[in-house]
């Protein structure tokens, strides 16, 4: 089965990186950091973890306001919350954008439109990152070498235009899908989903509003690892979190982890080896990054458990 080989592979790699880690890193050290975390510091982060889920619920209705989408915006909350939590057990990065598209799409007859506006939201939020981390390589500038620079200025600015294609998706599946596969029900699935994200460039307002929160929830993130590192007492400037976190979010998007751990975490410690931060402490770091991601995910869970089952 599909998704019993893609979870099990999942649970490979993610074990397979705890236990590279671990092998290397003084676990007790890290437990010891994470202990006396600063809890002022720990306090402000989770502050941030409930202004980051608001801003992103707004930001996707703002979306499906656009497309014309007929939700109460209670109803859409609560769907972004629950979708959050039942991705946690999901692909990392693709998980609750499914879960939450499904769960639209079977509440209104504009399914297609309510696909897009997730997936519209998860391009601008790639934007966004990309945006984030070019800003952050700029200021970061004269600690990196003028190649090195170029090539991850290059690669940054090319991964935001390519995502910035994807507002033209309809153009191109009518130029690359055979014409006979058109009144097929899957073609004609895939010029429908295709036109409902190409209606987006009819709301440049809108678009810029969304791009707008996309960029704060991406720095509200960046000080969630700041405060983080400030209770852990890691000596870093936020110039460089502007840097690595980015990095470190593009990393978590990859549908290799569960729940964050794992891959994004060696991310997080390899990142901050150059600027001398002892693995133990970025392990602790990053460790803490998806236990503020959890506690952030319990609004949804108790959504989930309290959620009208259909009657029978």
């Known amino acids: 089965m599909r998704i019993f080989r893609s979870t099990t592979a999942r649970l490979i790699i993610t074990a397979a990186i705890l236990a590279y880690l671990l092998r290397s890193i003084d676990l007790g050290a890290s437990v010891h950091a994470m202990l006396r975390v600063d809890p002022w510091w720990f306090a402000f982060t989770l502050l941030l973890v409930a202004i980051d889920r608001v801003v992103m619920a707004v930001r996707w209705l703002l979306l499906l306001r656009a497309a014309d989408v007929d939700i109460p915006a209670a109803t859409a909350l609560r769907i972004f919350l629950r979708s959050s939590f039942v991705g946690s057990f999901l692909p990392a990065g693709v998980g609750a954008d499914a879960a939450r598209a499904y769960a639209i799409a079977s509440r209104t007859s504009r399914g297609s439109q309510a696909v897009a506006s997730v997936g519209i939201d998860r391009v601008l939020g790639l934007v966004a990152i990309a945006m984030l981390g070019i800003a952050g390589l700029a200021g970061w500038a004269q600690h990196l070498e003028a190649a090195l620079r170029l090539r991850l200025l290059a690669v940054a600015t090319l991964l935001g ?64 690892g700041y405060g983080l590192g400030r209770g852990l007492g890691i000596q870093v400037g936020v110039d460089y979190y502007l840097v690595f976190m980015p990095i470190a979010m593009l990393v978590l998007l990859l549908p290799v982890s569960i729940s964050g751990f794992g891959l994004p975490q060696a991310a997080i410690v390899w990142l901050l080896r150059p600027v001398g931060v002892p693995d133990a402490e970025s392990l602790a770091l990053s460790t803490l990054l998806i236990v503020i991601g959890i506690i952030g995910n319990l609004p949804g869970a108790l959504l989930y458990a309290i959620r009208k089952k259909p009657v029978t």
């Not at 810029?208 to 720095?219: H, K, T």
């Open 161 to 224: 235009l390519a995502v910035l294609m994807v507002f033209w998706v309809d153009r191109v599946a009518r130029a690359c899908l055979p014409a006979r596969w058109h009144g097929t029900r899957w073609g004609w699935r895939v010029l429908r989903l295709g036109d409902a994200i190409g209606a987006y460039r009819r709301h440049p307002k809108v678009l810029a509003q969304v791009m707008a929160l996309s960029i704060a929830v991406q720095l509200v993130r960046v000080f969630q």
